[in-house]
Structure formats: C-alpha cells, structure tokens
C-alpha cells in the first residue's frame, strides 16, 4: 500500500504520533521508532481471571471428558490456563487468530485444535458445520459479543458458557493529539471515548469489524480494519499505512 501523505495536526512535530490503547511489546515500539513513528502506549481497560469455586468446579468436571471447547480471545486462555494445576485436558479445541492459536498450543499440550477462523462468526460457521459437534463449553469475558452462541444455538448446538475473566474499563483523558489509534476490542472503544474526542483528520485502525462498528458509534473518522485478528497484525498494519 502506498505511503499516505497526511497534514500534519496542529500541535504536531513532525514525526507520526500514534496511539496503541493497548499495551505492546517494547520490541515493536522501538521498531516503529526505526520507521519515524513515536507509538505511545496507553491501556484502556485491563482484564482479569475470576478466581471463585464455581468456575473452578466446571473447569474440573471438563478435564476428565473429551469436551469440544471454544475460545476466542487470548484472556480466556491464560484464566482457564491458570486453574489447571496437575492434569492436561484432552479437548479438542476451537479458537479464533494465530495468537490465541499459538496460546492454546502451549498451554493445552494433549488437546486437539480442530478449527481456526478469523472471526466469531467464521469460527461459529465452521463449528456448525461438523455433524458430530452437539454441544460446546465456550470459555469468555463478562463482556462477550453474541455472534458465536446465537449461531451456534440457531444450528441446535447447545452452548455450555463459562465466564472465566472480566473487562475492567480504564477511562482518561489523552493530553496529545494523534496521526492514529489502534484498538483491540470494543471494551477499550467505549472506555476511550468515555473522556475524549478526536480530530477528524485522525486515523482510527480496529482490530475487526466489531471494534470497527463501535467505533462507528462514536465518530465518522476514517477507520482501517486488520486483515486478521491479533494484535500484531494491527501494528503491522498501522505500520504499512505510515510508512
């Protein structure tokens, strides 16, 4: 893709200025300092695994079954992760991105990835597809999207949900204007625009067509969306706009 030769926003020196709502690796962050981009990195929400007796429970009755399991975020990976202690599940497992992927291959050593897609929906449509799947434990946030156990409900497979972590949002105000912004998930679009308003000549990059229709709730500004989830495939595509 072409360089885009964007004005400059007044206030702004001459290097890009771009926000990532989410943190980021110091390798990337000085990788975009290389490209003439400085990449300020500030959270808006934060996540964390619920830790009660009841989640635990239906962990423990899933690990001695060969459950078909559904993930779709990194957050719900590491919680369920994190309340196995001696005994590997042997589930066969379906996930969204090459991130969450790359998770479930660490964590899940004896387990079976059965699917892969790009999104909720696409990871639904592939799930209903299967004729021997009839029900599914799907492993999620407090603040879940709908789309994949509507599908999946609407296809007469019986969804098992287990909210193993909860979005805490982290609402401020930015004090600098922005060339972009990247975010990951409409938790950290509605916590961001919560105390702030942007220039419109700023460009906003979502991580999916989700994010991108909360963005939309929001502000008429351009949005480009990632070509596949995972946070670093947004960079990578801030990165290819810029420079």
């Known amino acids: ?13 001459n290097r890009i200025r771009i926000l990532s709502t989410r943190p980021l690796s110091e390798l990337l962050v000085q990788r975009a ?13 934060e996540t964390e695994p619920i830790e009660s007796v009841e989640v635990q429970q239906e ?17 719900a990976v590491e919680a369920v992760a994190e309340n196995i202690t001696d005994e590997q599940p042997e589930w066969i497992i379906y996930c969204i991105g090459n991130t969450t992927r790359q998770l479930v291959q660490k964590y899940f050593l004896f387990s079976e990835i059965a699917g892969t897609a790009d999104s909720a929906a696409s990871l639904a449509a592939l799930i209903a597809g299967k004729s021997a799947v ?8 407090d603040q879940r999207r709908d789309e994949l156990p509507e599908i999946l409900r609407q296809h007469g497979i019986d969804v098992n949900e287990i909210v193993v972590y909860q979005t805490i949002p982290l609402p401020h105000k930015i ?16 916590s961001f625009f919560t105390l702030n308003k942007l220039s419109s000549e700023t460009i ?11 963005i939309k709730k929001y502000t008429a500004n ?4 990632s070509d596949q989830p995972g946070k670093e495939n947004l960079y990578e595509k801030m990165l290819e706009y810029f420079t």
């Open 134 to 141: 009839e029900d599914v434990s799907f492993f999620c946030g």
């Open 204 to 214: 906003l990059f979502a991580i999916g067509v989700t994010t991108a229709s909360s």
């Open 59 to 75: 962990i423990e009755v899933l690990l001695n079954s060969k459950a078909t399991v559904v993930f779709t975020s990194m957050n």
């Open 175 to 190: 004090k600098k204007e922005y060339r972009g912004i990247l975010f990951f998930s409409p938790s950290a679009v509605d």
């Open 222 to 225: 351009k949005i480009i969306i």
């Open 33 to 45: 300092v290389e490209c003439g981009i400085d990449l300020d990195v500030s959270p808006f929400i």
């Open 1 to 13: 893709m072409a360089a885009k030769k964007l004005p400059v926003l007044s206030g702004m020196q």
